[in-house]
């Protein structure tokens, strides 16, 4: 069965700081990951998604992340936080697509002005 | 094109009551899924359907059931409500399953008293 952990339920950072977010998943086929962001009192939007082509995937507001396969990782990056970013992000995998997506629970980012 | 759309927004019921949520998919999307989010427990899978059937299931008692109509559009039913069925219930649509590409409703708050 298919597991993540995001390590770190909230960060905070600078604006124009770096973000990192991590994301390390569990599974035994080749899994499919997500990055999703929920703004408060909103569903969730996706960020970008590992489908087994590149490894480092770029997504939308200047995210992106590296699939690591030697590390079971996923984690998202972008090079300078704007206030804008300050929301919650999940992490997801699924089973090459043929499964639900199992969720993280969540690391909330702040970002101080 | 619209979104998911979710039906209601907010709902507040009494435990022992039961309660239909509804969620109309994206135009041309057949797979819908849903999920509850708390603070606790964080995402969890309730169900997911494509073309009326229902692919998969969640680890969740039998007073919560689906179902999905020949337009897509799906239904969600909480019998016998407890209050910790308080929730955010959010839906997801994708073009089929595989959830390599959902997009999310921003939910129903759902409030057991």
């Known amino acids: 069965a298919q597991s993540v952990t995001q390590l770190g339920s909230h960060v905070s950072v600078s604006e124009g700081a770096l973000v990192l977010l991590r994301c390390n998943y569990s599974s035994s086929v080749p899994p499919y990951l997500f990055w999703y962001v929920q703004y408060p009192n909103q569903g969730l939007q996706l960020l970008l998604k590992?489908?087994?082509?590149?490894?480092l995937v770029k997504g939308i507001n200047g995210f992106e992340a590296e699939f690591k396969k030697s590390e079971t990782s996923f984690h998202l990056t972008k090079p300078s936080a704007h206030m804008s970013d300050a929301a919650e992000y999940f992490c997801a995998v699924s089973d090459a697509g043929n499964t639900p997506l199992v969720f993280g629970k969540g690391t909330r980012l702040s970002v101080i002005a | 094109k619209a979104g998911v759309t979710q039906t209601p927004r907010y709902l507040i019921k009494t435990r022992g009551q039961q309660v239909t949520l509804s969620c109309s998919p994206i135009s041309g999307h057949r797979s819908v899924s849903w999920y509850q989010q708390t603070p606790g427990q964080g995402l969890q899978f309730l169900f997911e359907?494509?073309?009326?059937?229902?692919?998969n299931k969640g680890n969740f008692p039998g007073r919560f059931s689906g179902r999905q109509f020949s337009n897509s559009r799906s239904e969600m039913n909480v019998s016998t409500l407890e209050l910790g069925d308080s929730a955010l219930y959010l839906c997801?649509?994708?073009?089929?399953?595989?959830?390599?590409?959902?997009?999310f409703g921003q939910g129903t708050r759902l409030t057991v008293v």
């Open positions: 590992y489908t087994s082509a590149a490894t």
């Open positions: 997801a649509s994708s073009e089929r399953p595989g959830n390599t590409e959902a997009f």
């Open positions: 359907y494509f073309s009326e059937t229902q692919r």
